[in-house]
Every structure is written in C-alpha cells, then in structure tokens.
C-alpha cells in the first residue's frame, strides 16, 4: 500500500484561498491516480478531483474552476489549490491513492487513503 499524509488545512474566510499538501511513500509506483475527497459533518465522502499519472486533471461540478490539482514527482507530493472558498467547502479533506487504470470518481477505487486535513470557510 501507499502512505499519504495530508497538510494545509485550517481557517479561512469566505473568498479566501488554502494550499492542500499530500505526500505519498511506500509502494508509490503502484498509483495511477491520486485524488481528492471531503467529508462534512453528516455527509457522506465526496469527490473534490483527481489526478493521473500523465498529469489530466478531473474535477467535480462543485469546484471546478475554483481548485486546481498539481503534483510534484520529485516530492511524492500532489497539491490541492483551493481558490474563492466558500462555507459549503468546510469539510475534513482526504487525499486517495488508485491502482486502477480506469478513472473513479468513487472511494471504493481508491485503496490508500490520508489521516485528513481540517478546513474550515467562515462566512
């Protein structure tokens, strides 16, 4: 399996911005895809966006155009840009890893999964 350890999250306000980091160790050269979940409270688990190892980019309706997934190979790491955040953004955010070839927007095609990172958008 792969080890992911997510960083970044904290308090912000309406239209303010976060930096997501997630760093991956272990069996990395596995990963097709790594993506991006949230949690809020009550809700179920779901998809924020994922990327491939070719570098394309999905995202879901709710924050496309508004974050934006990057990674750096060097570092293991995959990066979570969150711009003109808002209250329904709050959330503890989790960062997934994929064998699978074929894109998921699903957490049961991912089978690596982070501790979380809390973000929290005051209006």
């Known amino acids: 399996q792969v080890q992911l350890v997510e960083s970044g999250g904290g308090l912000v306000q309406t239209g303010g911005s976060l930096r997501l980091s997630c760093t991956a160790s272990g069996r990395t050269f596995s990963t097709v895809y790594m993506g991006w979940f949230r949690q809020a409270p009550g809700k179920e688990r779901e998809f924020v966006g994922t990327?491939?190892?070719?570098?394309?980019?999905y995202y879901a309706d709710s924050v496309q155009g508004r974050f934006i997934i990057s990674s750096d190979n060097a570092k293991n790491t995959v990066y979570l840009q969150m711009n003109s955040l808002k209250p329904e953004d709050t959330a503890v955010y989790y960062c997934a890893a994929s064998p699978l070839y074929g894109l998921t927007a699903s957490p049961a095609g991912f089978d690596s999964w982070g501790q979380g990172t809390r973000v929290t958008v005051s209006s």
């Open positions: 990327i491939r190892i070719d570098g394309s980019r």
